[in-house]
Every structure is written in C-alpha cells, then in structure tokens.
C-alpha cells in the first residue's frame, strides 16, 4: 500500500519559515518526481514545486525565491522549506507522486500564516 505523509505545517507569522516532510511508503519513491501543491480556501489547487528522482527541483515563477524543494531518497522523504512566508501562503499543502500504479496523495498538512 502507497502512503504518502505529510508533516510540519504549523501557525507562523509573516515572515517567517516552516519545513515541510512528505515521507513516502509502498513506492520507490527515487524512481519518481515528487511534487508540492497547496489547497487556500476557496481556491483551486496549485502547483508549488516539484524535485526529479535526481533532484533537480523546478517551481511556478511566483514562487521562486522563497521555496525550496529537496529530496531524500534514502529516507524516502521530500521536503519543502518555505522562507519569507506571506498570509497568501496559508493553505493546506499536499504532497503527490505519479508512477505506473497510478497518482498517490498524502493527506495534506496545514500551513496558517497570521500575526
């Protein structure tokens, strides 16, 4: 069974920084990208980062600068730091792996960025 789970969302004000873990289970997790999206109320889901098996990451033009996606495929575990964060960061954040055996989310962590 496929698990992806996500940890390290938390409250934080404008400005600071989160790291967030996607550890992954059920999957040979370094043959495949690993991908960030975020859910904000109301919103559709977006895009925030992917890292490719050999970790080269890649990220919406918006976001650049700010977000860092890393990898351990030992660990089997993605990250993303999230520097500089902005109340329009608050969202829930997914990880997500696409292989032959089909499209696998986690459960989502949730990031609140608020004074």
């Known amino acids: 069974q496929v698990q992806l789970v996500e940890s390290g969302g938390d409250l934080v004000q404008p400005g600071g920084s989160l790291r967030l873990s996607c550890a992954t289970s059920?999957?040979?997790?370094?043959?495949?990208?690993a991908h960030w999206y975020r859910q904000a109320p109301g919103k559709q889901r977006e895009w925030v980062a992917t890292?490719?098996?050999?970790?080269?990451?890649n990220y919406p033009n918006s976001l650049k600068g700010r977000f860092t996606t890393s990898r351990d495929n030992t660990k089997n575990t993605a990250y993303l730091q999230m520097d500089s964060l902005k109340p329009e960061d608050t969202a829930i954040y997914y990880c997500n792996t696409n292989s032959w055996r089909g499209s696998f989310w986690g459960q989502g962590t949730q990031v609140t960025v608020s004074s």
């Open positions: 059920g999957i040979n997790f370094s043959l495949y990208n």
């Open positions: 890292t490719t098996p050999d970790g080269i990451p």
